[in-house]
């Protein structure tokens, strides 16, 4: 009966569990494809009013009186340039300029070494505003629209572009854009930029970035006979913003019944990336933490930021090269420093996408991982995007999986439940064993606080007793002998390094090692005779005390060993028991924060201590000396360098090797070389640590 009642219980218990799974499940799973659809259509229907902004913005500027007076006053002052040539100085100054400036960022974010004579200006107008205009202008790229006239211009094209200048800050600060162009529409010079880039007088039919988007949208807009045309230039590696994504907005520009210029306006990209991305905040946005929306272009190559690049650019670089993607591209990635127009995102999402369709799916991301996925277009101006809005799917059926465990965990108790009320009055006569045994076998497995509870007045009852009272002793003892254990060991920490303790308890008395590369510190106080005098001698080693203590506090900030201290000397060593390829630095660094705790030490007490520090890297022996009364020391050319520094002046300095000197390089300021004997050697150079 016992056997019928639970079979009955358990099965109704299965059925109703696995029904309420599978309507969860299908409840949760279903939030999740909403919820990330929901949010694909709201990223696409913000983006697409911000383009419609755009769009509204660059035809009404175009047609606009300013923009018009701006762009016959610029074709009229172009044509006078014509005439106009910069001296032998000046052509020598704008080509370095491009030698010195501008090709070594390029370089920074494309393949291969750009050639100056390809970027070179050759025209006439062209060379005379790019001098003036960029290369005599002292404001760093991105800070060039700072200068409204260009110092020796009293041209024409100076004057206009007085005004243009002060009119289109405004615009810029207003509506955002990263840069305004003017082109002229019968030559497609570009006549002027408001951010002083090196296309400003290039021609975007036969110059240097006609190859460009931007050139091809402007040629093309050049046949428009619509006053209110409007043409988008998609994101592109942009040469003249040193190879970083632009994408570009132009509406033509009619001087009565003629099309005499192009208005291009620069997409704000940061202010599409923080749309898309949520301003960097996807937990926020719901979003968890592998989710994100992003772009994809007609190229299938990512438009906005990618969350995991964002957050862990070298982890998500290894990524890349582990998963075999192209090695030029993830080059390409690693030098501009993020995704945009480089990253190939050929997923089944995006392929749908850029087809003009709409729906959700599960399948592999760009890093290879299964994800669900939510895509849909993003169509404007016969440009069409892919808006894709992803999560992991380990992390969308998180909640499928917590589910499953708590039905489980409910079921399971109520099927415990109804056991236990079966076995009830079967427990009743065992129970005094069972716990017995258990507390004894928990016992012999190493637990101390076991607890018998057996309140009966029986002879189990005085066995449970005895046997609490025999564990609680058990207990005690492991207590005492875990503290005394304890205490031995940070004894050992004060006295031996991390390693050498390690040796001793593999069986290695003496702990004898070969460092092939640490960096050692040697110092020595000077001054504490005349502190003893002054103050007595038992309140003068109490100071030294603090002194020291104060040493101690930071070479363990830094990461930093003490081997030992003889009363001002104090031996110290980075990259012993814990490898560090930085050892050099922050052994310096240490060095550095002892000569402050001297300097805060003389004002406290007002002492004249000072402090000689001698610095070296290289190979060392370690070890312990002594069987019973036993201290850990360090031999060997590089020791006995660096306490040869130490001693081998007066007065504060901090004095380090010249190869150290160069290991170093321009991570601090130094003085000398000076030169410093060694007993049995040839003399050093010595270089002084300032500041």
Known sequence: MILLLLAVSL??????????????????????????????????????????????????????TAVIEGTRAFRVAWE?????????????KLKEFYAKDFLPELAKHVDGQPVLEQYLPTGAAEQYVQYHYIAANLHPHGEKAKMEAAAGDASGYGAAHGKAQKLFERFVRVFGFA?????????????????????????????????????????????????????????????????????????????????????VLQFPIDEFNAMVTGNYKW????????????????????????????????????????????????????????????????TPPVVEALKGKSGIMQTEDYRGEPVVSAYGPLEMNSLRWAVIAEMDVGEAQAPVRELGRKVVTVASAMGLGVSLLALMFANLLTRPLRLLTKGAKRLGAGETDVKVNLNSRDEFGDLGRVFNEMADSIRLQKEKLEEQVRENQELLLNILPASA???????????????????VLFSDVEGLEDLSAKVGESKSLSLLGDLISAFDESAEKLGIEKVRTIGGSYLAVCGLSVNRPDHARRIVRFAQEMTHAVAVFNREHQAELQLTVGVNSGPVVGGVVGRRKFLYDLWGDTVNIARKLAFGHQGDAILVTAPMRERLGDQFQFSGPRRVEVEGKAALEAWNVVG
């Open 11 to 64: 099965s109704s218990i299965g059925v109703i569990a696995w029904m309420s799974y599978r309507s969860g499940r299908d409840a949760l799973i279903s939030c999740v494809r909403n919820q990330l659809s929901g949010l694909r259509v709201a990223k696409t229907t913000a983006l697409r009013a911000r383009l419609e902004a755009a769009r509204d913005q660059v035809i009404s500027m175009s047609d606009s």
């Open 80 to 92: 006078e340039l014509a005439g106009k040539s910069l001296t032998a100085e000046e052509q020598g």
């Open 179 to 263: 840069d305004i162009m003017l082109v002229d529409a019968k030559s497609l010079d570009i006549v002027y930029t408001y951010q002083k880039t090196t296309e400003l007088g290039t021609n975007l039919e036969n110059g240097p970035y006609a190859d460009t988007k931007l050139g091809a949208a402007v040629r093309l807009m050049r046949t428009s006979r619509d006053r209110d045309s409007f043409k988008l230039a998609d994101f592109e590696p942009y040469r003249p913003n040193h190879g970083l994504p632009m994408g570009f907005a132009m509406s033509p520009v009619f001087d009565g019944a003629q099309m005499t210029g192009i208005l």
């Open 283 to 346: 937990r926020e946005e719901g979003l968890g933490e592998t989710g994100e929306t992003y772009l994809v272009g007609p190229d299938r190559t990512m438009r906005s930021r990618s969350r995991f690049m964002k957050e862990n650019p070298e982890g998500f670089v290894k990524i890349l090269r582990d998963a075999g993607r192209s090695p030029a591209m993830v080059n390409q990635i690693e030098r501009q420093g993020n995704v945009l127009c480089a990253l190939l995102v050929d």
């Open 501 to 519: 303790i390690a040796q001793r308890q593999e069986g290695d008395e003496k702990a004898s090692r070969q460092f092939a590369d640490v960096s």
